[in-house]
Structure formats: C-alpha cells, structure tokens
C-alpha cells in the first residue's frame, strides 16, 4: 500500500476517485464505489431540483461514448436521505453541485456540507444543453460564483473545467482568487455521435458529452497546461481506465485521477483493479509514495518553439514480409515513397526518408525505429 495522498488538506487514502455521474447517482450506488476502494467519491451533480432524465441518454459506438445526461435525478432533500444511509468508512464524500446563480451556488454549498460532504466540485460546465453559457466562459461570472460557495462553507471548493475553461488563464486566475483548492478536468466534450445519411436524421436529438478513452490525448495536454497555468492542485479526469492511464496524469502533475466511463463500461470492479494495479506498479518500481513519481513527466514536455528541427531517418530491424501482415500503415501512409517492396518485403529508402515518424510510430510489430 502506498502511502495516502493530500487532496485540498484532505488525507485520501490513494489518488483514485469516482468523477460525478450516474455511478454515484444515490446512497446504493456511492456505497459501491466506496467498497471498492475508492479514496474519494463524487456525487451525481447536485442541483436544487430534481432533473427529469431522457431516453434514450447514453449513445455507445465501439468505445466512443456519449451522453445527453445533465445532472442528478434526485432533488436535495432526496440526497439528504441518500447521503444518511452510506457508511463513508475511510472514504471521503464530495459533492458535485450546481446552481442558477451564486447564492443557489452558496445555499447547495451549505446544504450539502451539513449533509456530510468532505469537500465540494462545483460542475460548472457539462456541454449537454446551453446552460449558463454565459457563467461558464465569463471569468468575472464564476469568480461570484465559486467565491460564493468558499465562503459559505468551512469544507474545500474544487471547481470541475471544461476544456474550454482549463485552458484559459483568466478564468483560472479567478477561480483561484474566488479561493478553489483544486481544479478538475475535463468534463466531456460535446459531441454528436454520427449522421445517418440514409434517413439524413443526426443520430441523437441533440449534442451529447463525448467521453472515454477517446478524449484522453485531450485530458492529458489539459492536466499538463493546467500545471503550467496554476497552483492549484489538479484532479484529473478523462479516459481514465487503468493503472497506466492513471500513471500518465500523476506524472503529467496530477494529484489524483477520476475515473467516469470506465466505471459506465465495466462496472465497479474497474475501481478496485485500477488501484490494485497501481500499488503493484508503484511497489515493483520500487516507490512506497506517489509523490515519488508526481510530475516526473513534465521536464520532457518543452514548447514547440524550443525543438531544434533536426533530420532522422527510418530504419527496419526485421523482416516485414507483405504476404503475411495485412498492415500497410507504412507503405499507405509515406507521402515521401521512402518504403519500398523488395522481394516481398518492406524496405526503407533511407535518403528518400524525411523522419516524419509515422511508420516507427504506427508500426503493430514495433520494428521499425528512427535514427540519425
Ligand atoms: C453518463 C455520464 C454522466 C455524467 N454525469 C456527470 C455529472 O452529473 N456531473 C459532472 O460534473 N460530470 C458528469 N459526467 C462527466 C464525467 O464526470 C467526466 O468528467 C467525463 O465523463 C470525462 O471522463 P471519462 O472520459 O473518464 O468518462 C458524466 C459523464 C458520463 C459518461
């Protein structure tokens, strides 16, 4: 076991935690996440009304996921209820909420923090519907708004970002001066599944969030930017699955990981696995303490500006034999006909080379480098 982690002044027994969504939508369902060891678990987003679900609301193709799902279903006094029946034990609570305006934002506050609540996000900024568009791109809007909930409360704030909002350093500054400790990021992207050509009818009635794997690269360049930007610490979240994933972050600056889709796609046991995997990986690497590996990533990451162009050229370190593999990512994709057939086997012209990369890259079977 590694050793627990600081989040906002909170001791969390590890840096796993469940993001807000319909897997802690109740008592019922934040108890699992707790008995699967959840360091932290973050509710459904609390709002003042119950809100009415849609169906169909989750759209899945392959591993792309999408979801027309705003807010929890449940109005406050209901949480009250639901929040007396989880035995928290070593976990902690967190209570997503949401309101209209800053004294909604301030009266939610309180509320769920006589309810029980740990520390606070404020989900400002889900891309289902167009809600308080103005508030969640409008830096003078949110620092009333999560300034509001600091003061009403004596628990942490955390403020969850769009990838719009994380990247810009005016509303981060305000949320910081409002008094956040942390920030989370990315909430989903907003999307649309597809366009049946066909009937030509968009394959849902309206913009989806677009979550999972697919939008990690996304969270990933957000958790390093966003180190770059603040002080706050950074809880990160967006194609989270495995121990790796969760790896990558904490190097990238993270102090903790959400996970959401992945919860949404295998269940539960997803929470545990993760965890399990990461105390192997931290043990067998020798680290009793995440910190050890915290933002290891960051000195290898410089501008573009910075990156002296230099030539390298592709090499083969085996045989690729043509007949055999039904692979032509390098041939197919050399715009500079540097990869050439050659008695049935794939040949590199190393002065038509450019080193773009794609083929290194790209290759399934990894035999194929870039040097000098
Ligand atoms: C079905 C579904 C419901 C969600 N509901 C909420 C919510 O109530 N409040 C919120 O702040 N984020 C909500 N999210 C966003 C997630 O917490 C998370 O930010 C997002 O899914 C990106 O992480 P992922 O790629 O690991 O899923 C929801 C996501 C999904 C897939």
């Known amino acids: 076991m590694t050793k627990p982690i600081d989040l906002m002044g909170i001791p969390l027994k590890n840096a796993v935690i469940t993001a807000a969504g319909p897997w802690a939508r109740d008592g019922k369902s934040i108890q699992r996440c707790i008995d699967a060891g959840a360091g932290a678990v973050i509710t459904e987003t609390i709002t003042l009304e119950a809100k ?14 999408f979801n027309t799902m705003l807010y929890s279903d449940l109005h406050l006094e209901q949480w009250e ?31 769920v923090e006589r309810m029980g609540a740990d520390a606070i996000e404020i989900s400002i900024s889900a891309p289902i519907g167009s809600r308080n568009e103005s508030v969640c791109n409008h830096s003078a809007d949110i ?30 500054h305000a949320i910081e001066r409002a008094g956040a400790k942390a920030v989370s990021a990315i909430d989903a992207i907003k999307g649309l ?31 390093a930017q966003l180190r770059q930007y603040t002080q706050m610490q950074i809880c990160s979240v967006g194609g989270i699955k495995t121990a790796e994933h969760a790896l990558e972050f904490i190097m990238l600056g993270a102090t903790a990981v959400q996970l959401a889709s992945a919860i949404q796609e295998d269940g539960y046991g997803v929470i545990s696995k993760l965890i399990h995997d990461l105390d ?59 990869i050439v057939r050659r008695d049935g086997c794939i040949e590199i012209d190393a002065a038509a080379c450019e080193g773009c990369g794609l083929c290194s890259s790209g290759c399934p079977r990894g035999i194929i480098t870039l040097g000098w």
């Open 52 to 65: 009415q679900r849609v169906s169909p609301r989750l759209f899945v193709d392959g591993y792309r996921m």
């Open 81 to 111: 209820s639901e929040l007396e029946q989880v035995k928290k034990r070593d976990s902690k609570l967190i209570c997503s909420i949401w309101g209209s305006s800053a004294s909604e934002i301030a009266y939610l506050a309180s509320k």
């Open 143 to 172: 620092h009333a708004f999560v300034k509001a909930a600091v003061e009403a409360v004596s628990i942490p704030v955390m403020v969850k970002l769009s990838y719009e909002a994380a990247v810009s350093p005016a509303f981060l």
């Open 193 to 223: 599944r597809g366009v049946d050509i066909e009937s030509r009818k968009a394959e849902m009635m309206t913009y989806g969030g677009y979550t999972g794997r697919n939008i990690r690269p996304i969270s990933l360049a957000t958790t």
């Open 280 to 338: 192997d990986w931290l043990a067998g690497h020798g680290y009793s303490d995440i910190e050890q590996v915290r933002g290891a990533a960051l000195p290898s990451l410089m501008p573009f500006e910075d990156i002296k162009p230099q030539r390298r050229r592709a090499a083969i370190t085996d045989h690729c034999d043509i007949a055999t593999t039904d692979c032509n990512i390098c041939i197919n994709g050399c715009l500079y006909d540097a």
